[in-house]
């Protein structure tokens, strides 16, 4: 696994993206520490897709965010449950 900080990340992105197909590679700063990982990408006509996986498939839809967002701001001001 490669650590590097988040300074030398970003003045050699294009380095540890391909150093990230191979292997393990962390971002750190002082708080966190980031994973990065590839995947590999189907691309479409007009933008790349990630492929589907469990993680992408417990996600929900910019419509249902909108929905429950605004479900949620009528509950807090009706004070409706």
């Given at each position: ?61 910019m ?19």
């Amino acid at each position: 696994m490669t650590v590097v900080s988040t300074k030398e990340f970003n003045s050699n992105q294009e380095k540890y993206f391909e150093m990230a197909v191979d292997g393990n590679v962390c971002i750190k700063n002082e708080k966190y520490m980031f994973h990065l990982i590839c995947r590999p990408v189907v691309q479409d006509e007009e933008y790349l897709i990630f492929e589907p996986n469990d993680e992408l498939r417990s996600c929900i839809t910019m419509d249902e965010v909108r929905t429950r967002t605004r479900e949620g701001i009528h509950q807090f001001f009706t004070g409706s449950e």
